[in-house]
């Protein structure tokens, strides 16, 4: 992990943008104190991916016998 100050930051813009959509993170420091960070985009989510996951989550997890979806709502409200 890169660390520059913010004045380098504002004159080498381009190529810190460059290095993080390599794959690199870069700190941003202001008075020495770190005040951001530079971080790749992350890949979008492939929709289908996404509702596979969630079924996956779903099935794992496990509601009560004998206890119906409005029940748990109300609990939940209280």
């Known amino acids: 992990m890169r660390t520059v100050g913010i004045f380098e930051a ?9 290095r993080a959509s390599r794959g690199e993170r870069i700190r941003i420091t202001r008075r020495g104190k770190v005040a951001a960070e530079i971080v790749p985009a992350e ?11 969630i079924e996956e989550i779903r099935k794992r ?18």
């Open 10 to 18: 504002k004159q080498k813009l381009s190529e810190l943008v460059e």
């Open 43 to 53: 890949e979008k989510t492939d929709l289908n991916e996404l509702f596979a996951r």
């Open 61 to 78: 997890s496990k509601k009560p016998k004998n206890v119906t979806v409005k029940q748990l709502i109300e609990e939940g409200r209280r």
